[in-house]
T-cell receptor, first 115, second 115 residues
Framework: DTEVTQTPKHLVMGMTNKKSLKCEQH?????MYWYKQKAKKPPELMFVYSYEKLSINESVPSRFSPECPNSSLLNLHLHALQPEDSALYLC??????????????FGSGTRLTVV | KNQVEQSPQSLIILEGKNCTLQCNYTVSPFSNLRWYKQDTGRGPVSLTI?????NTKSNGRYTATLDADTKQSSLHITASQLSDSASYICVVRARKGQGAQKLVFGQGTRLTINP
């Protein structure tokens, strides 16, 4: 299995809703990432988990709450979002290594619309 | 400051023609450079990954070059097809020792192939 699977593919939520995005990989990667991507812009890093521990939080608002329950799963819990949070949310995974040849695999993303 | 600059921002060519996309970077110390293809609303898909010692790498009709001295890379697409229409993103990893991989993204080149 060489894929990163994200669910759901599309999500529409109100500003008072609570929802979660899910990400799963079975490549044995011990680093997992959440990115936010607006239209016609490159992905922006939000969070990094290394060995199931949060290692980087890029000053993301607390209405986004990440969780890494085990080495294969990564969740992003959403609460009280704003319309400007509408974007494509990408999950990625990689080896934790100094070796340059290791790849970095992205999921297909969740298209989130906040109404 | 670590930066990745891509040119052109957008490009339109006829089906069957060749094209070359450019990437200049100031990321240091350099670890590797990757080219990704991203269809609208989907996650990026890796095309090539190149390390410091590699000058050229091919993946089917895609050929990437790297000049580590001038800190430039190019992606050449041969005999373009309609399915090549996408954004092409140049991504550079800085060598910072053990740990999750943090990447620097270019803004992307939006390529449109017309019949």
């Amino acid at each position: 299995d060489t894929e990163v699977t994200q669910t759901p593919k599309h999500l529409v939520m109100g500003m008072t809703n609570k929802k979660s995005l899910k990400c799963e990989q079975h490549m044995g990667h011990r680093a997992m990432y959440w990115y936010k991507q607006k239209a016609k812009k490159p992905p922006e890093l939000m969070f990094v988990y290394s060995y199931e521990k949060l290692s980087i939080n890029e000053s993301v608002p607390s209405r986004f709450s990440p969780e890494c329950p085990n080495s294969s799963l990564l969740n992003l819990h959403l609460h009280a979002l704003q319309p400007e949070d509408s974007a494509l949310y990408l999950c990625a995974s990689s080896q934790v290594s100094t070796r340059a040849v290791y790849g970095y695999t992205f999921g297909s993303g969740t298209r989130l619309t906040v109404v | 400051k670590n930066q990745v600059e891509q040119s052109p921002q957008s490009l339109i060519i006829l089906e069957g023609k060749n094209c070359t996309l450019q990437c200049n970077y100031t990321v240091s110390p350099f670890s590797n450079l990757r080219w990704y293809k991203q269809d609208t609303g989907r996650g990026p898909v890796s095309l090539t990954i190149m390390t410091f010692s590699e000058n050229t790498k091919s993946n089917g009709r895609y050929t990437a070059t790297l000049d580590a001295d001038t800190k430039q890379s190019s992606l050449h697409i041969t005999a373009s097809q309609l399915s090549d229409s996408a954004s092409y993103i140049c991504v550079v990893r800085a060598r910072k020792g053990q740990g999750a991989q943090k990447l620097v993204f270019g803004q992307g080149t939006r390529l449109t192939i017309n019949p």
